[in-house]
């Protein structure tokens, strides 16, 4: 059951409902776009019609341009970030129900961008960033992890939640040891976990 079926069950109205809670981050979304076609957001938000959803983080636009902010027809704020040079892109859509609470947002780079949203005194980051792949040098997975760090340190020093979602173009594999934590992966993916996977279960 979701946050928001439990809500209305208790006889909660949605409006009300406060998606700073970290509960209801569940009804946060993430998706990779590199194979859907031009309008991207438009077809996303479609696909969601019925379905109860906060914000949605998207990877792989393929985006030129290097920031863009609008308001989609149904009333949903679209930030996006791109590059003119690599094909990557992000961009982090918001229900049109929590528009007003975005206080700030920013694009770092075509490969990673943060949204804040916040209600009275709590504060959630929703971070998207989309990992180079394995035609880049390690150097460069190294800076965007490195801006993704101070991205997310700068949030907490605000006392804020963060959600990062995002392609990480890793593969994590299985538990390499009993030390490890439960995020690293469950047993049942494959054994094998190559570099980008080994730099991601460092970070």
Avoid at 79 to 87: N, P, Y
Wanted: charged residues 30%; proline residues 1%; aromatic residues 8%.
């Amino acid at each position: 059951m979701s946050y928001w079926q439990m809500m209305a069950e208790q006889g909660t109205e949605i409006n009300s409902v406060d998606p700073t809670d970290v509960e209801s981050l569940e009804d946060v979304w993430f998706v990779n776009a590199c194979c859907m076609g031009e309008h991207k957001e438009t077809d996303m938000i479609k696909e969601l019609e019925g379905q109860n959803w906060m914000a949605l983080g998207v990877a792989e636009t393929w985006r030129s341009e290097e920031t863009q902010e609008y308001i989609t027809e149904e009333g949903h704020l679209v930030m996006a970030a791109g590059d003119k040079v690599e094909r990557a892109g992000v961009a982090i859509i918001v229900n049109k129900k929590w528009t007003e609470m975005v206080v700030d947002w920013q694009a770092v780079s075509g490969r990673l961008m943060w949204a804040d949203i916040e209600n009275g005194n709590k504060r959630v980051r929703l971070v998207v960033v989309y990992m180079p792949t394995a035609e880049y040098e390690d150097a460069k997975v190294v800076d965007v992890y490195m801006e993704l760090q101070k991205v997310i340190d700068e949030a907490r020093a605000k006392d804020a939640a963060v959600l990062v979602m995002g392609d990480f173009n890793a593969v994590i594999g299985s538990k390499t040891n009993e030390e490890e934590d439960e995020w690293h992966g469950g047993r049942t993916l494959p054994t094998s976990r190559n570099s980008r996977g080994w730099m991601m279960s460092g970070w």
